[in-house]
């Protein structure tokens, strides 16, 4: 959901640059470029499927066309289509529009970044990107893999991919169900984790070493693949999960009331309702006015919630999340989740800390949980802090982390928890601890310390390369033995000590019972929250 935080991409394949080696990747070969500085090799905007248009718009992704001659890939394919959070006080709620231009339906790229000016003759561990934005906004543009080859000291392969947003990704209903794709944009993920373990061996990855990585709604794409197909993905597709603040909102039955309200919005709006054949009048429809329809629907959201995201389809996503991980019917061997102290403080209109209550709130986020839960929420959130405080809590930890801790028990003995608590730790303030290239609104990261950063980014490369983060890609890594969760639900606190000039403090606790306690109520509730 990092849309809501504004980013400066600062991608810089810098001064020196060399051609790199020319890759055939069978419908395709591909050239991309060397920084001699840095010795990475980058490949930008490779296409991984074709253009979602036409015919193919609401469909499953397809494969892309035979590309004669070399196609230099040293620029970035253009970005899918964008919008923001919903910005109404109620919910449900009146529209309120908010043009937004930027996209482009032509947009399934991804980028690969190897260490070295040849590919690697050794397979290295795969590290899988995807990006956050609420499945509405963001980007590959906004993340240098370079980074993260430099921190893995040129361990490891880097993609980072796009996929469709919106409704252009994630429009429901059972219409699209009978002439279309559920779940477009996780279809999208999984066709480029599909590519990966095709073609990456050929730019010095190990398709059997693969680990999915993502921040916000791209760590919500990494809980929805943990559990898709119902845990039984065939073949594998990766090995390992990483989530950086896990995001699951309500996720609905394809063809429930939410969706297909959303879905009759948007065909109203488009001026297909009177159609004989909805879904082809929607693919026929100017992308101009299926972009308002797009950003209507979800500017009209509740004050900081996302419209347009997965639902239950019955193939790819069989059950409701929470159910299905407490079965424990998972993809993957290992999982490393982190999130931050203060996740909800973005999503909460802080303008409202003088009327806000617990209750009400509640019931806003969850229309359907009834006024006893509202109550019981209320009741437990009481000893938080004042009701703004209450409802920013009751936002991050039903949204984000009580979410991670059930992702992290079904991977009992194998999985790691971590928190990032520098200074206010806010939604999206850890990504330039390990994406230094990328910007948050500070422009640097959030504790600029080396000994922080390699401590925190190594955390996450460690555990990418060998499943555990205690074995130490780099010996300058100070942080301590990290125990699995379920010893005892430990965790690692990622912090800095008070003062100007303040130093590490990175340290094992035990996940505080109050907050066991609150999650466990979410997950009681989340038949009626819908996760």
Same mark, same amino acid.
């Given at each position: 959901m990092q849309a809501i935080i504004p980013f400066l991409v600062l991608v810089s394949l810098a001064s020196a640059q060399a051609p790199a080696p020319i890759i055939d990747v069978g419908y395709a070969r591909y050239q991309g470029i060397v920084n001699t500085r840095t010795k990475i090799s980058t490949y930008l905007g490779i296409r991984y499927a074709a253009a979602p248009v036409g015919n193919l718009r609401f469909r499953a992704p397809q494969s892309p066309p035979f590309l004669p001659g070399v196609q230099q890939a040293t620029s970035r394919g253009p970005e899918c289509w964008q919008t923001g959070p919903g910005n109404s006080p109620t919910n449900p709620y009146p529209i309120r529009f908010t043009d937004t231009s930027l996209g482009d339906d032509d947009c399934l790229f991804?980028? @690969? #970044? *190897?260490? !070295?000016?040849?590919v690697p003759t050794r397979p290295l561990p795969v590290v *899988?990107?995807?990006?956050?934005?609420?499945?509405?906004?963001?980007? %590959? #543009? &906004?993340?240098?893999?370079?980074d993260l080859v430099r921190e893995a000291l040129n361990g490891v392969v880097v993609v980072i991919i796009q996929y469709r947003l919106g409704i252009f990704g994630f429009l429901s209903g059972s219409k699209v169900k009978a002439n279309g794709a559920l779940n477009a944009g996780l279809l999208d993920q999984e066709f480029a984790l599909k590519w990966v373990r095709q073609h990456i061996s050929k730019f010095g990855g190990d398709p059997n070493r693969v680990t999915i990585w993502g921040e916000s709604a791209g760590a919500g794409s990494v809980l929805q693949h943990v559990i898709a197909r119902n845990g039984r993905t065939s073949p594998p597709l990766f090995r390992a999960a990483m989530s950086s603040s896990s995001f699951l909102p309500s996720q609905h039955p394809f063809n429930g009331a939410v969706p297909e309200s959303i879905f009759n919005q948007v065909v109203s709006q488009v001026s297909c309702n009177s159609s004989p054949d909805v879904m082809r009048c929607l693919r026929a429809a100017n992308i101009? /006015?299926? /972009?308002? %329809?797009?950003? +209507? @629907?979800? &500017?009209? !959201?509740?004050?900081?919630?996302?419209?347009?995201?997965? =639902?239950?389809?019955?193939? *790819?996503?069989?059950? &409701?999340? $929470? /159910?299905?991980?407490? &079965?424990?019917?998972?993809? !993957? +061997?290992?999982?490393?989740?982190?999130?931050?102290? +203060?996740? !909800?403080?973005? *999503?909460?209109? /802080?303008?409202?800390?003088? $009327? =806000?209550?617990?209750?009400?709130y509640t019931r806003r986020l969850f229309p359907y949980i009834g006024v006893v839960n509202a109550a019981t929420a209320a009741r437990l959130y009481a000893g938080v802090g004042a009701p703004i405080d209450q409802v920013n809590a009751i936002m991050g930890e039903a949204i984000f982390i009580c979410p991670t801790y059930f992702m992290l028990n079904a991977f009992p003995g194998t999985s790691y928890k971590g928190e990032f608590a520098v200074n206010n730790a806010l939604h999206g303030r850890d990504i330039t601890s390990y994406f230094p290239s990328s910007s948050n609104s500070s422009g640097a990261p959030a504790f600029n310390n080396p000994a922080f950063l390699i401590a925190f980014s190594g955390a996450f490369l460690n555990f990418a390369t060998s499943l555990d983060p205690n074995r130490k890609i780099d010996r300058r890594n100070i942080t301590p033995l990290w125990r699995t969760y379920n010893q005892r639900s430990f965790e690692m606190r990622f912090n800095r000590t008070a003062g100007q000039v303040g130093q590490p403090d990175i340290r094992g606790f035990w996940t505080p019972e109050a907050l066991k306690g609150r999650c466990n109520f979410w997950e009681r509730v989340s038949h009626l929250t819908a996760q």
């Amino acid at each position: 959901m990092q849309a809501i935080i504004p980013f400066l991409v600062l991608v810089s394949l810098a001064s020196a640059q060399a051609p790199a080696p020319i890759i055939d990747v069978g419908y395709a070969r591909y050239q991309g470029i060397v920084n001699t500085r840095t010795k990475i090799s980058t490949y930008l905007g490779i296409r991984y499927a074709a253009a979602p248009v036409g015919n193919l718009r609401f469909r499953a992704p397809q494969s892309p066309p035979f590309l004669p001659g070399v196609q230099q890939a040293t620029s970035r394919g253009p970005e899918c289509w964008q919008t923001g959070p919903g910005n109404s006080p109620t919910n449900p709620y009146p529209i309120r529009f908010t043009d937004t231009s930027l996209g482009d339906d032509d947009c399934l790229f991804l980028n @690969v #970044h *190897f260490p !070295g000016s040849v590919v690697p003759t050794r397979p290295l561990p795969v590290v *899988f990107w995807i990006h956050g934005g609420g499945y509405v906004g963001g980007s %590959a #543009h &906004r993340y240098n893999g370079d980074d993260l080859v430099r921190e893995a000291l040129n361990g490891v392969v880097v993609v980072i991919i796009q996929y469709r947003l919106g409704i252009f990704g994630f429009l429901s209903g059972s219409k699209v169900k009978a002439n279309g794709a559920l779940n477009a944009g996780l279809l999208d993920q999984e066709f480029a984790l599909k590519w990966v373990r095709q073609h990456i061996s050929k730019f010095g990855g190990d398709p059997n070493r693969v680990t999915i990585w993502g921040e916000s709604a791209g760590a919500g794409s990494v809980l929805q693949h943990v559990i898709a197909r119902n845990g039984r993905t065939s073949p594998p597709l990766f090995r390992a999960a990483m989530s950086s603040s896990s995001f699951l909102p309500s996720q609905h039955p394809f063809n429930g009331a939410v969706p297909e309200s959303i879905f009759n919005q948007v065909v109203s709006q488009v001026s297909c309702n009177s159609s004989p054949d909805v879904m082809r009048c929607l693919r026929a429809a100017n992308i101009t /006015q299926l /972009q308002t %329809a797009n950003d +209507r @629907v979800n &500017r009209a !959201g509740f004050f900081g919630t996302f419209a347009t995201v997965p =639902v239950i389809d019955g193939e *790819f996503i069989t059950e &409701r999340p $929470t /159910q299905a991980l407490k &079965r424990g019917r998972i993809n !993957g +061997r290992a999982l490393l989740a982190m999130t931050n102290t +203060r996740e !909800g403080n973005d *999503f909460v209109d /802080q303008r409202t800390a003088g $009327t =806000v209550t617990a209750a009400d709130y509640t019931r806003r986020l969850f229309p359907y949980i009834g006024v006893v839960n509202a109550a019981t929420a209320a009741r437990l959130y009481a000893g938080v802090g004042a009701p703004i405080d209450q409802v920013n809590a009751i936002m991050g930890e039903a949204i984000f982390i009580c979410p991670t801790y059930f992702m992290l028990n079904a991977f009992p003995g194998t999985s790691y928890k971590g928190e990032f608590a520098v200074n206010n730790a806010l939604h999206g303030r850890d990504i330039t601890s390990y994406f230094p290239s990328s910007s948050n609104s500070s422009g640097a990261p959030a504790f600029n310390n080396p000994a922080f950063l390699i401590a925190f980014s190594g955390a996450f490369l460690n555990f990418a390369t060998s499943l555990d983060p205690n074995r130490k890609i780099d010996r300058r890594n100070i942080t301590p033995l990290w125990r699995t969760y379920n010893q005892r639900s430990f965790e690692m606190r990622f912090n800095r000590t008070a003062g100007q000039v303040g130093q590490p403090d990175i340290r094992g606790f035990w996940t505080p019972e109050a907050l066991k306690g609150r999650c466990n109520f979410w997950e009681r509730v989340s038949h009626l929250t819908a996760q």
